[in-house]
């Protein structure tokens, strides 16, 4: 058991004391155009911006005079007991961060002891990602870019690799205008051979690749309850609440305004997932507070393999568990079970939301967008 007391690391121990440490790393290791692919979203970011304001405008109602002395910030997940609540969520082209990609990310999940979901457009696969972590606890994701029976391979695959779920990604049918990259004529994905595939999917498709799944299967970019309704309707085993992280459908709601209808419609019925800008430990209590079960982790993931491989994605683990078990701490209670809606309280947000908002001790260049 780890208590909020002993959580905080010391000078002596670690390069890296605070998240935001490891954020600058990130920026002085990354070149520009790298830079932009984590802090960006698509055309005016307003979803972006809106993911981490619906987090900065929830506060906390702590209790007190309670006995916190054994907190712990763990949970149990597809049979496994993880650390923290966290799935590093699928990223592509993570070997922009770190030469080993998708592998140096598992072997940091799989160090520290959370789940990670490796895309299907991350290097390098699913069988080298197997090789590099096979203890972790991994999952696979899946942008459909072929037919049924392509499809079908590429789960066969995934599963005989000894992944845990299935993801499927919902949200991409019309891939959008990332700015950022275009006005730098920074293009690199507008030609993936089998795209239309994904213009075409329903849920005829679903439902066919649930009944030759053996693992669990997840819908991720889910956004509203009608969905996740008919995602309960259809069998299907986890409901992933995420607008890709602001990078699809602009002028969409924060992933934390979504939740409360998420959770309400599936009824703990499926196991909820959500993602977007979550960036710190408290964020990570707010999610489970609202009734999700395990968080995605894209940005700071990306954060923690620039900054130093997978050592730095391990201790960015490191200081999240901190700042949780800190939380958890000050709230009053001694494990993930005992949140509820009660802990938290709808405010304002206090300063202008965006992608690096959450560092407030980063300069304003820093924190600027450009």
């Known amino acids: 058991m780890t208590s909020a007391k002993q959580a905080t690391p010391t000078a002596s121990q670690h390069t890296f004391l605070t998240l935001h440490e490891i954020v600058q790393k990130a920026r002085q290791k990354l070149n520009h155009d790298h830079w932009d692919y984590i802090v960006g979203g698509t055309e005016t970011e307003t979803t972006l911006r809106r993911n981490r304001s619906a987090l900065d405008a929830l506060a906390f109602r702590p209790r007190i005079l309670r006995d916190v002395s054994h907190v712990n910030a763990g949970t149990s997940f597809l049979g496994r007991e993880l650390r923290l609540p966290i799935i590093l969520a699928p990223v592509g082209s993570l070997e922009l961060f770190a030469p080993e990609a998708g592998a140096a990310a598992a072997r940091a999940a799989g160090e520290f002891g959370v789940a990670h979901m490796l895309s299907s457009v991350c290097e390098p696969g699913v069988e080298a990602v197997q090789q590099a972590a096979p203890d ?72 066919r ?112 568990e901190a700042e949780v078990n800190i939380c958890l701490g000050l709230l009053g209670v001694n494990s993930l079970k005992e949140l509820n809606t009660s802990y938290l309280h709808a405010e304002p947000a206090l300063e202008p939301s965006g992608a690096l908002s959450a560092f407030p001790l980063l300069s304003l260049e820093e924190r600027s967008f450009y």
């Open 209 to 320: 690749i649930k009944s030759k799944l053996r693992v669990p299967l997840i819908l991720k970019g889910i956004a509203t309850a009608e969905d996740a309704r008919m995602a309960i309707d259809h069998g299907v085993d986890m409901v992933y609440v995420s607008n890709h992280g602001g990078r699809q459908l602009d002028h969409g709601r924060g992933s934390m305004d979504v939740l409360p209808e998420i959770v309400k419609a599936v009824n703990q019925q499926a196991t909820i997932i959500v993602d977007g800008g979550f960036n710190r430990g408290s964020d990570i209590v707010k999610a489970i507070a609202a009734g999700a079960d395990m968080v995605g982790i894209g940005r700071m993931q990306c954060m923690g393999l620039a900054a130093e491989g997978a050592a730095g994605l391990v201790r960015t683990l490191e200081l999240l």
């Open 136 to 207: 972790a606890l991994r999952l696979f994701q899946l942008y459909v870019h072929g037919d049924p029976a392509w499809v079908d391979e590429i789960a066969a695959r995934a599963e005989a690799c000894g992944n845990a779920a299935f993801c499927l990604t919902v949200d991409t049918a019309v891939y959008s205008r990332r700015e950022r990259d275009l006005a730098k004529r920074n293009i690199r994905r507008s030609g993936v051979p089998g795209r239309e595939h994904q213009l075409a999917l329903t849920w005829r498709d679903v439902d």
